[in-house]
């Protein structure tokens, strides 16, 4: 079963407007944490930001927000303003406790922001 | 400034030579990971290690081996290359045991098997 579920495979947004990835989890370990990452054209990994099961309130990282569902096992990226920097493919990852050092990645979705 | 760095950006080889695929990591991680990542499958763990000489496999191991004889570098090995090992390869790396340590990444390599 796919533990991470990015459902949208392409995404367009306005440049200056906010947009929202999707990302939904399967997992039984109460203690886990949840990261996105962004991976431009040159290849290279970005992390974003990060959200702990544990964590009370929601990540924010300048322009970028998680918003944590636990009960929906659903932990959405809002880009604010976006920019045409920001246009690239993002990752939802969760590392399990119980599984140690392994993350699991989504399939990812394709961000284009459109001037 | 953090760095995990890979041997190569574009490597090409042809098929059944052995390719080394090299990566480094300044940070004094005790975890290593190698992933491969294609077009609609994100990214696939192939082996990780979170020890030196100490290796545990991932979801596509097959076809590949590890080796990590110092803490810093993690190596890849593919025996004898095939085309369907034509992917972009993943470098990682991170600290041990809390789910809040995030993994840095090298630039990747992208391997091309004719």
């Known amino acids: 079963a796919q533990k991470i579920t990015q459902t949208q495979p392409g995404m367009f947004v306005q440049e200056k407007e906010a947009v929202t990835l999707d990302c939904t989890y399967d997992?039984?370990?109460?203690?886990?944490?949840l990261f996105w990452y962004k991976q431009p054209s040159s290849g290279e990994m970005i992390f974003l930001i990060y959200q702990g099961s544990y964590d009370q309130q929601n990540a924010t990282e300048g322009r970028y927000s998680l918003n944590f569902q636990k009960a929906r096992k659903s932990a959405n990226l809002v880009i604010s303003a976006s920019q045409l920097g920001d246009s690239a493919m993002y990752f939802c990852?969760?590392?399990?406790?119980?599984?140690?050092?392994?993350?699991?990645f989504g399939p990812g979705t394709r961000l284009s922001v459109l001037p | 400034d953090v760095k995990v760095t890979q041997s190569s950006r574009y490597l090409v080889k042809r098929t059944g030579e052995k390719v080394f695929l090299e990566c480094v990591q300044d940070m004094d991680h005790e975890n290593m990971f190698w992933y491969r990542q294609d077009p609609g499958l994100g990214l696939r763990l192939i082996y990780f290690?979170?020890?030196?000489?100490?290796?545990e496999k991932g979801d596509i191991p097959e076809g590949y081996s590890v080796s990590r004889e110092k803490k810093e570098r993690f190596s890849l090995i593919l025996e004898s290359a095939s085309t369907n090992q034509t992917s972009m390869y993943l470098c990682?790396?991170?600290?041990?045991?809390?789910?809040?340590?995030?993994?840095?990444f090298g630039p990747g390599t992208r391997l091309t098997v004719l």
């Open positions: 990852a969760m590392r399990e406790r119980n599984y140690g050092q392994n993350f699991v």
């Open positions: 990682a790396s991170s600290h041990r045991d809390s789910p809040e340590d995030e993994q840095f």
């Open positions: 997992t039984s370990d109460p203690s886990y944490g």
């Open positions: 290690s979170y020890d030196v000489k100490m290796k």
